[in-house]
């Protein structure tokens, strides 16, 4: 993810926004739930540590990687007093520096559309799993509808009577989004296509999940 984006003051305002987001919370806990029994967790594009915190929280071990320099700070601060669980690093996605059957469970939210090398990305998740280890995922296939998951955001600020307090905050997501985030998707694969993709890598037990993202998003669970 090399834009300027992800130095900007978008990140600022991602958690104020998201994490009183009825839409975001739902896929963040999609993602939760489903490393419940997986002690040792690498959560792939953890961006400002959102599903890495609730995970800490839970008791387990957690590896959080991410390219925004950022949203690792953001991160790092946010879960300070789980530091003895927690290991950050900057690295991509398609490269992980991991040994062969590490991890009991690997998580990845809103990132795969970000990468350069789409088959390359989910091999690699799928050499560091341990046999019948889980991977959650949640794919983008493309920047449409941005206007209806603006909306959605915004309508869950007032919900909790968080608008107009939040409206900064909101006016620099809608910017970003619109402006840059949602012209970044470089891998805009439907959930067929990345079915297909993981049974051909032999992941097993492919399902997928409701996601409330206007069509635009999905959210599978597979294991090796």
């Known amino acids: ?22 839409i975001y919370l739902a896929v963040r806990n999609f993602h939760v739930n489903a490393m419940k029994k997986c002690k040792i967790v690498l959560d792939s594009g953890a961006g400002t540590g959102n599903v890495t915190e609730e995970l800490l929280k839970q008791g387990h ?19 300070t007093k789980y530091d003895q669980r927690l290991k950050i690093y900057d690295i991509s ?18 990132t795969a559309h970000f990468v350069d090398d789409f088959d390359k990305y989910l091999t690699e998740h799928y050499r560091v799993l341990r046999k019948n280890g889980i991977f959650a995922f949640t794919g983008r296939t493309s920047g449409e509808n941005m206007k209806l998951v603006l909306e959605s955001y915004e309508n869950s600020l007032r919900k909790r009577d968080l608008f107009p307090k939040l409206a900064p ?25 990345t079915k297909k993709i993981l049974e051909n890598i032999e992941f097993k037990n492919i399902r997928e999940f409701p996601n409330p993202y206007f069509g635009q998003c999905y959210s599978l669970i597979a294991h090796k």
């Open 93 to 110: 996605a398609e490269q992980l520096p991991f040994d062969n059957e590490k991890f009991d469970g690997v998580t990845s939210m809103f």
């Open 1 to 22: 993810m090399t834009n300027d984006v992800w130095k900007s003051r978008y990140l600022d305002a991602y958690d104020k926004v998201l994490l009183n987001s009825d």
């Open 169 to 193: 905050e909101m006016n620099i997501m809608r910017k970003s989004i619109l402006g840059k985030v949602s012209k970044i998707v470089k891998q805009g694969y439907a959930s067929k296509e």
């Open 61 to 79: 071990v957690v590896y959080a990687i991410d390219t925004s320099k950022k949203a690792l700070e953001i991160l790092r601060k946010k879960c």
